[in-house]
């Protein structure tokens, strides 16, 4: 039976774009299914007890860009560390990624879920910005336009909010979060853990 791995992130996330191709590749590895869910973090925070970025403390935010620096050059990644756009505005991009998955198009949906993420931390762009959007929709092979306009239905923000719903009571409270079964792998630097599990089947 194909296992199913149910992935709780956020397109403004750095942390979720440092784990996005290894995630990826460990998923194909093991053959699993991956069901991506662009969750509101805002709204799981308040109900979590997370607090956004600008509401920590001096001293998390100063080590939060340690960090970051860190991980860029331990995997080799060109990340911005302060990018232009964050935080962009992720509602359009969250409920294209959305519209792919409820139809039936996940691997569509993980990949511009990723390539939204990419453009976001490595290339400085305005990630909100519907031809943005459209853009990069239309580099991992779905037609932009009329994706970005499908995107703007409301049945896709009600979608989001039950998504966030779940989440929370399923007992996600960080991003990106892999869940297998009832097993949570809160944060990029746990996909190790997450992979012995897929290995122990």
Same mark, same amino acid.
């Given at each position: 039976?194909?296992? &199913?791995?149910?992935? /709780?992130?956020?397109?403004?996330?750095?942390?979720?774009?440092?784990? %996005?191709?290894r995630?990826?590749?460990?998923?194909?590895?093991?053959?699993?299914?991956?069901?991506?869910?662009?969750?509101d973090?805002?709204?799981?925070?308040?109900?979590?007890?997370?607090?956004?970025?600008?509401?920590?403390?001096?001293?998390?935010?100063?080590?939060?860009?340690?960090?970051? !620096?860190?991980?860029?050059?331990?995997l080799?990644?060109?990340?911005?560390?302060?990018?232009?756009?964050?935080?962009?505005?992720?509602?359009?991009?969250?409920?294209?990624?959305?519209?792919?998955?409820?139809? $039936? &198009?996940?691997?569509?949906?993980?990949?511009?879920?990723?390539?939204?993420?990419?453009?976001?931390?490595?290339?400085?762009?305005?990630?909100?910005?519907?031809a943005?959007?459209? &853009?990069?929709?239309?580099?991992?092979? !779905?037609? $932009?336009?009329?994706? *970005?306009?499908? %995107?703007?239905?409301?049945?896709?923000?009600?979608?989001? !909010?039950?998504?966030?719903?779940?989440? *929370?009571?399923?007992?996600? /409270?960080?991003?990106?979060?892999?869940?297998?079964?009832?097993?949570? /792998?809160?944060?990029?630097?746990?996909?190790? /853990?997450?992979?012995?599990?897929?290995?122990?089947?």
């Amino acid at each position: 039976m194909m296992r &199913e791995i149910d992935y /709780f992130l956020s397109l403004n996330s750095p942390w979720t774009h440092l784990g %996005a191709a290894r995630f990826a590749a460990l998923a194909a590895r093991h053959h699993a299914r991956v069901r991506i869910f662009p969750v509101d973090f805002g709204v799981i925070f308040a109900a979590t007890g997370g607090l956004p970025l600008p509401r920590r403390s001096p001293q998390r935010q100063a080590y939060r860009l340690q960090e970051l !620096a860190r991980w860029r050059d331990h995997l080799g990644l060109p990340i911005h560390i302060r990018p232009r756009y964050f935080p962009a505005n992720e509602t359009l991009a969250a409920q294209a990624v959305i519209a792919l998955r409820e139809s $039936g &198009e996940d691997e569509k949906a993980l990949a511009l879920a990723h390539r939204v993420l990419q453009a976001l931390w490595e290339e400085a762009r305005d990630t909100a910005d519907p031809a943005v959007l459209a &853009e990069l929709a239309g580099e991992v092979g !779905a037609d $932009g336009d009329a994706l *970005i306009a499908r %995107a703007e239905d409301p049945r896709w923000a009600e979608q989001r !909010a039950r998504d966030t719903e779940a989440a *929370i009571a399923r007992g996600v /409270f960080g991003a990106p979060s892999y869940v297998l079964g009832e097993e949570i /792998f809160w944060g990029q630097d746990r996909l190790d /853990f997450l992979a012995r599990r897929l290995d122990a089947g």
